[in-house]
C-alpha cells in the first residue's frame, strides 16, 4: 500500500542546521525540500540589485510591484547532489548567500506584504504533501496543521562558528565576529518583529543540535516521521 505523503515543517533558528537535516530527511523519504528562507533571501538579492532596498529604506510600491512577477524554482542536481534556487531561472545560490543579502534580509522578511505573497506560493508548493519545508513559520503560519512539526534549536556560538566555517568554506572573507553579530542580530530580528515572529509551536518537537550529529539528528526525527505514519496508514 502506498504511504500518506506527509507535509513536515522545520522551523528554528538561522544555523541550526535545519537545511541540512531537511534535505537529508528529504532524500531518504523520497519527498521534496523547500527551502524558504531561499525564497526570502531571493527576494531581498532582488531588491538590492534594482535599487529598491537603498541604505536600509525599501521602496515598497515597487517591490510589491516586482513581487508580482518573481518567478522562484528549487532544483535538486542528481549530478552535484546539491539543491539549486533559481529567480526567474537563473541560480542565485552564491548571491544570496552572502554576508550582503544575510544582513539586509530581516528587513525584507518583517515585511507583510512580502511574507503573504510568499506563503501562498509555500502552500502552493506543498499542497500536494511529499514535502519537507524548512523555515520560521512553517508550523505556525504557512502550514499550521503540518503531519509533523520540528523546532531546532542550537547556542548562538555553536550557530555562529557553524556559520563562520560555512562561508569561509565559499571563500567569503569575514571575520567571525561579523557572523556572530549577523546571527545575534538575525535572532532578536526574527523573534521580535510583527508580522510572524518565529515561535516554537505547542505541538513542535524541539530539537537541539549543540552537542548532537547531523546523522543522530536525522534518525531522530526519521523515528518521529515513521511513528507519525504508522499512526495514519
Ligand atoms: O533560513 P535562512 O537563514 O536562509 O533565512 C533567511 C532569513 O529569512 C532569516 O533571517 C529569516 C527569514 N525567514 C523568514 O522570515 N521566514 C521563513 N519562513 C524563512 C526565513
Do not use: W
Not at 2 to 31: F, M, N, P
Not at 46 to 54: F, H, K, P, S, V
Not at 74 to 87: D, I, P, Q
Not at 200 to 224: C, F, G, N, P
Amino acid at each position: 500500500m502506498e504511504q500518506t505523503r506527509l507535509i513536515i515543517a522545520v522551523d528554528g533558528y538561522s544555523s541550526t542546521g535545519k537545511s541540512t537535516v531537511s534535505k537529508r530527511l528529504a532524500a531518504r523519504l523520497g519527498y521534496t525540500y523547500i527551502d524558504t528562507g531561499a525564497m526570502y533571501r531571493m527576494v531581498t538579492y532582488r531588491a538590492m540589485q534594482e535599487g529598491i532596498l537603498r541604505d536600509g529604506k525599501v521602496d515598497d510600491d515597487r517591490l510589491k510591484h516586482a513581487l508580482t512577477a518573481m518567478r522562484f524554482d528549487f532544483k535538486y542536481n542528481t549530478r552535484t547532489g546539491h539543491h539549486e534556487s533559481y529567480l526567474d531561472g537563473k541560480q542565485v545560490d552564491a548571491e544570496i548567500r552572502g554576508l550582503a543579502v544575510s544582513n539586509n534580509v530581516s528587513l525584507i522578511s518583517a515585511l507583510a506584504y512580502v511574507r503573504e505573497v510568499l506563503v501562498s506560493k509555500q502552500r502552493e508548493m506543498g499542497r500536494e504533501g511529499g514535502v519537507v519545508m524548512d523555515g520560521r513559520d512553517i508550523g505556525s503560519v504557512v502550514f499550521p496543521r503540518a503531519d509533523v512539526k520540528f523546532f531546532m534549536t542550537a547556542s548562538p556560538a555553536t550557530r555562529a562558528r557553524r556559520r563562520y566555517e560555512e562561508m569561509r568554506a565559499t571563500n567569503e572573507t569575514v571575520s567571525y565576529e561579523e557572523v556572530e553579530a549577523n546571527v545575534l542580530y538575525r535572532d532578536h530580528a526574527d523573534s521580535s518583529r510583527a508580522a510572524s515572529p518565529l515561535i516554537k509551536t505547542r505541538d513542535a518537537i524541539e530539537i537541539d543540535t549543540s552537542e548532537t550529529t547531523i546523522e543522530e539528528e536525522v534518525e531522530q526525527m526519521l523515528a518521529v516521521i515513521h511513528a507519525r505514519h504508522a499512526s495514519r496508514d
